[in-house]
């Protein structure tokens, strides 16, 4: 189920993960040792220790500083996110992005999650947003997939899980454009 309107793509992904509840949170919440992004070689570093905000590095591209604000956090049910892009400037057409994943128990040993991820946008042809849906619903399913790797197989595993090298290779081709 998805509300898109000209200024926002809204996507909701749901997985089961064979792992408990408080497991799942902690590879969610950006203050966890556990931390997803940690897991797979992401650097993640709080801005102060007064604030809720984190600023996230991948490593494929370490020019890109992203800032991560912890929206909600009620463990372990609820996790929320809020990103800012490089110097507030937008990155392609996303101008920030905010996820919101619900955990719930399927049993003592399985999770559901669900992520409700609203991505601001610039102004764009029809086209070009049926474009930008279908990259970043396979992003943010890849992001879900990856998670569920992670937890259920280990790194190498998520490292392997979707597609989300083929959208970094567009980002990256995207940057190097703006930069010509």
């Known amino acids: 189920m998805t509300q898109n309107s000209p200024d926002t793509i809204h996507i909701i992904g749901e997985i089961d993960i064979a792992a408990p509840i408080e497991q799942v949170y902690a590879a969610l919440d950006m203050r966890s040792p556990s931390n997803r992004y940690l897991a797979r070689g992401m650097s993640v570093t709080p801005v ?18 992203f800032t991560m604000t912890e929206v909600k956090a009620i463990d372990p049910t609820d996790y929320h996110l809020r990103t800012g892009f490089p110097g507030g400037e937008p990155l392609g057409v996303m101008t920030g992005d905010s996820s919101a994943y619900q955990l719930s ?10 992520v409700d991820v609203k991505i601001s946008v610039l102004p764009m042809s029809e086209e070009q947003f049926e474009h930008e849906f279908s990259m970043l619903s396979i992003s943010v399913n890849d992001d879900l997939a990856r998670t569920k790797a992670l ?14 090298d083929e959208f970094f290779d567009t980002l990256d081709a995207l940057i190097d454009l703006e930069e010509d």
Do not use: H, S, Y
Request: aromatic share 2%.
């Open 105 to 114: 128990v399927i049993d003592a040993a399985n999770t559901r999650v669900v």
């Open 48 to 65: 102060d220790d007064t604030t809720d905000q984190f600023e996230m590095v991948n490593p494929e591209m370490p020019e890109l500083v």
């Open 151 to 164: 937890l259920e197989d280990g790194a190498a595993a998520a490292e392997k899980a979707g597609a989300l």
